[in-house]
């Protein structure tokens, strides 16, 4: 009878899941996941570390105290400590989700084939990146969390208008985060009147083909992506919808292909922290998508999604607080994917 010691070491196992109230996430138990928050927002609350970006100058403005986590399993449950209900603008953040609306859209090929899937090594908004790309390397050598690839990205969408588009996208991120999302108007204004770099590199897209619509139009939607507002919560959820194979966790309902869904984490483990990509995944494994709005959202595969929201940013443009907390939330929660020993 070699199955019923199996049969029985299921039920049991069942029963003890049953009883620690451990769910189909992971090991952990919910109270295990709220001490882990909880620890994680203790040690760095006092934190004074880093700099709000201020090349965009309304979030030079925002409350560099503001400090929220927030972790959601691929059930839907979703745990939190801290400010959840203060929103930044997501801003890069927004790249992968319209990286993935394009995928599902046209498929992953549609991105590959026209922007790349390679870390350019340059800062997220270098023109010498596009430069080498046409001139050096021949072709799509980019990806689209830089901004090159990102606004290139964002003119892919498919619409017949501006507002269709726009809606488009808008309502693209409010299926990821379960509720309907909008723009932060200050934000918007404000990079509005600063962003001629960004429309440089639009312009410079379209020269070389890789964006084939009015670049300025692109660059400008581009530039309303970025302002949409999220708390941590909402971050979390539209993390939570990757972590769980591109299904909401939350409202149930299947918003990315689960065939997709590695390819959208491979980017975001490809150049997810701008230049500190490679250390982050170093140290923590999780593919992850950072913004100059201080968000962060991180992913590990089949078990959660997390999101910090802290405004102060280290050099390279990160989150401090969020880079620490989630790499200190990950290690309790045996989050890296690529230590499956220590699951
Ligand atoms: N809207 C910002 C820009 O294009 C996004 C930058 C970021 O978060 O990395 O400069």
Redesign the pocket.
Known sequence: MPLMPTLRMTGILAAIALVTGAGPAGAQTAAEIDAALKAAYAKYKDLKEGKN?D??PALARVDPAIFGIALVTVDGKVYTVGDISSEV???????VFTMARVMEEQGADAILGTIGADATGMR??SIVAVEMAEKQLGGPEMNPLV?PG??AATSMVRGSSRDEIWKSILGYYSDFAGRPLSVDKEVFKS?SAT?Q??KAIGALMYAYGYIKSDPERATDI??EQ??VAVSARDLAIMAGTLAAGGRNPVTGRRVLKGELVPRVLAVMATAGL?DDSGKWLFRTGLPAK????GGLIAVSPGRFGIAVVSPPLDEA?NSVRAQKAIADISDALGGNPYAPAMR
Do not use: D, P, W
């Open positions: 970006a090349y965009i603008s997501i801003q890069s953040v927004s790249k997220f908004n901004n990102a606004i990079e962003n770099r960004n581009y530039t970025c302002s701008y950072s913004g100059v709005g443009g």
